[in-house]
Nanobody, 123 residues
Framework: QVQLVESGGGLVQAGGSLRLSCAASGRTFSSSAMGWFRQAPGKEREFAAAVSWNGGSTYYADSVKGRFTISRDNAKKTVYLQMNSLKPEDTAVYYC????????????????WGQGTQVTVSS
């Protein structure tokens, strides 16, 4: 099991950038696919990005492709989400997640969740 703690959320103006971090503990981090989901008020949790266990493959939702970049540092047991060109519709609670396969990263496939960090983008 992997324990996850997110940080880096906050308030930013449209067009700005934020970098989220997710610190992990547990022996299985380096063999786990990692990803980010987000949930806006009144909406279902949705996939944003995922990265394979070695960082070699990344996957993005169409809504964030070209603006967000996911990466990981296995030595530091940390996964990052660099968010650029932020839009008001990116406002949500962002959750870090660990799973088995980055290619199939759905809420049902997630083994561990972080507590979430709020991102608010003002217009």
């Amino acid at each position: 099991q992997v324990q996850l703690v997110e940080s880096g959320g906050g308030l930013v103006q449209a067009g700005g950038s934020l970098r989220l971090s997710c610190a992990a503990s547990g022996r299985t981090f380096s063999s786990s696919a990692m990803g980010w989901f987000r949930q806006a008020p009144g909406k279902e949790r949705e996939f944003a990005a995922a990265v394979s266990w070695n960082g070699g493959s990344t996957y993005y939702a169409d809504s964030v492709k070209g603006r967000f970049t996911i990466s990981r540092d296995n030595a530091k047991k940390t996964v990052y989400l660099q968010m650029n060109s932020l839009k008001p519709e990116d406002t949500a609670v962002y959750y870090c997640a660990a799973g088995a396969q980055a290619r199939v990263f759905t809420p049902m496939k997630v083994a561990s969740w972080g507590q979430g960090t709020q991102v608010t983008v003002s217009s």
